[in-house]
């Protein structure tokens, strides 16, 4: 992958390969987001699965997670 300007650390840093998600959230993150930031999102959404105690196949509890992700990533 292509190196994307990241809107979380706001350096330029190696993309991911492929969209994380399906969708326009994917998307965002696919292009924003370099593979550092994502890695550190991945155990901030661990921590927020186990302490709220999450299903992410609940479309509520993905709703939320997304919600986080887009905050935490600083896509929006």
């Known amino acids: 992958m292509a190196s994307v ?14 969209a994380p998600l399906p969708g326009a959230p994917g998307e965002l993150v696919l292009g924003r987001t370099c593979r550092a930031c994502w890695e550190l999102w991945r155990g901030e959404q661990v921590r927020l699965i186990n302490e709220h105690k999450l299903s ?9 997670l997304v919600e986080q992700m887009t905050g935490f990533l600083k896509l929006s």
């Open 5 to 18: 300007r990241c809107r979380r650390c706001e350096a330029e840093g190696r993309g991911l390969d492929a």
């Open 56 to 64: 992410p196949a609940s479309p509520e509890h993905y709703a939320f």
